[in-house]
């Protein structure tokens, strides 16, 4: 067969007869549907749970530093290799997954200095929901591949970007390299401004475009290696992943969450509000690849 003319090629791709390609994990500059998208079971029924509250909805949240600054184009990454669930592939009974599959952050630092599991804190054993027969939060089963997402667990905290009333989890809990608390360090995902400490948590805001702002909860606040104004390099040290939580404490392991810093839409078409939780699971599996693969993060 001969080959297509140049011109009648584009002008296919320009009427939808050919695709140019196909990918089911996209960045924010291509907000293009899955084809196939993985749900987790849903269970609209659920009555949200929270075994385990985080993260009071009156934390402060600083304004971005240049909210009007449009991100540039990001690579496109590849996808994660190692054992891990589906983005929104949750265990029956725990609620609903979420659908949308863009990696928010596709250049960020795995943010721990070590290895770390991303589960849930509540329904893994030893957590407020945790399986009978279970009680310690040391078992090996949330210390284990593979990883799964818990962005939108049923919790009763406000997130509306999860099905059903608005309510879940506001980002995802990953499980130290061991058991053991004040030990492993926590990292700054990007570069950016530590803006605010608060009982048990620590708030950084990106330098770079979009400006994310990134929470991590749960580190020995006692011991931090930041201070509120800090600027600090994508990779520098935090603080240490423990259980801190204000008064009663939480099982050991970092709480991470992801903000909008500019409006948009997701994926499957949601309006994003500046500020509004992002699913993490995406971007925290593809920086952790990177680590994996000895690659070097940051700038
Ligand atoms: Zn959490």
Redesign the pocket.
């Known amino acids: 067969m001969r080959a297509l003319p140049l011109a009648l090629i584009a002008a296919l791709l320009a009427a939808g007869a050919l695709t140019a390609c196909d990918d089911t994990t996209k960045t924010p500059g291509g907000a293009v549907n899955p084809p196939s998208p993985e749900p987790g079971p849903p269970k609209p029924d659920d009555a949200p749970v929270d075994g ?1 509250a ?2 009071p909805s009156s934390e402060p949240v600083p304004p971005s530093p240049d909210p009007a600054v449009q991100p540039s184009e990001p690579p496109v990454p590849s996808p994660a290799t190692f054992q891990h669930n589906p983005a929104g592939a949750l265990p029956t009974g725990q609620g609903a997954g979420y659908l949308d599959r863009t990696v928010w952050s596709p250049t960020m630092c795995w943010p721990l200095a070590e290895a770390g599991f991303a589960n849930s ?2 329904y893994g054993p030893g957590g407020g929901m945790g399986p009978a027969g279970k009680p310690s939060q040391c078992d090996t089963l949330n210390y284990s591949l593979p990883w799964r997402d ?1 962005f939108c667990e049923a919790r009763s905290r406000s997130n509306p970007l999860c099905a059903g009333a608005g309510t879940g ?5 990953i499980r130290p390299a061991s058991c053991k608390k004040n030990e492993h360090w926590a990292v700054a995902a990007e570069a950016g401004t530590v803006t605010d400490i608060g009982t048990y948590t620590v708030t950084l805001v990106a330098k770079a475009a979009p400006h994310y702002t990134y929470r991590y ?1 749960h580190m020995q606040m006692a011991t931090l290696a930041v201070k509120e104004g800090d600027k600090v390099m994508a990779g520098q040290k935090l603080g240490k992943v423990s259980n801190d939580f204000g008064g009663t404490p939480t099982t050991i ?1 970092l ?1 991470f969450e992801m903000r909008a810093g500019v409006a948009g839409a997701t994926t499957d078409g949601k309006p994003i509000a500046l500020h509004t939780f992002l699913p993490p699971y995406l971007s925290l599996a593809q920086a952790y690849q990177r680590k994996l693969d000895g690659k070097t993060c940051g700038n």
């Open positions: 385990g985080e993260q804190q509540v818990n989890h506001q980002g995802q809990d909860l392991h709480h």
